[in-house]
Nanobody, 125 residues
């Protein structure tokens, strides 16, 4: 049974930083592309970032490029999202996603097979 468990969300002020973590189990983590998505109230789920198996390749949404950094620790089966210079428009539930057996860094939610339950990030102005 695959489980993705996010943590690290919270309430911060604009300009602050947060680091989200996603602990994975029940899948071959080292051969899984990992992604982060977010969903704000009343909006569709949108892509944030993705990372390849060994962390060599990364892919970011334009809205977070230069502020967010995705990374992974295959020894700990964990993927991270470091978020700097947070803005009120970054407020959303952040989800971790995974797809095993392919190295495509996709931005479409339907490509990912597994999802976490989400963690809330709220940025006040």
């Amino acid at each position: 049974q695959v489980q993705l468990v996010e943590s690290g969300g919270g309430l911060v002020q604009a300009g602050d930083s947060l680091r989200l973590s996603c602990a994975a189990s029940g899948l071959s983590f080292s051969t899984s592309v990992m992604g982060w998505f977010r969903q704000a109230p009343g909006k569709e789920r949108e892509f944030v970032a993705a990372i390849s198996w060994r962390g060599v390749n990364t892919y970011y949404a334009d809205s977070v490029k230069g502020r967010f950094t995705i990374s992974r620790d295959n020894a700990k089966n964990t993927v991270y999202l470091r978020m700097n210079s947070l803005k009120p428009e970054d407020t959303a539930v952040y989800y971790c996603a995974a797809r095993s057996g392919s190295e495509i860094l996709a931005h479409t939610p339907s490509w990912y097979a597994y999802w976490g339950q989400g963690t809330q990030v709220t940025v006040s102005s």
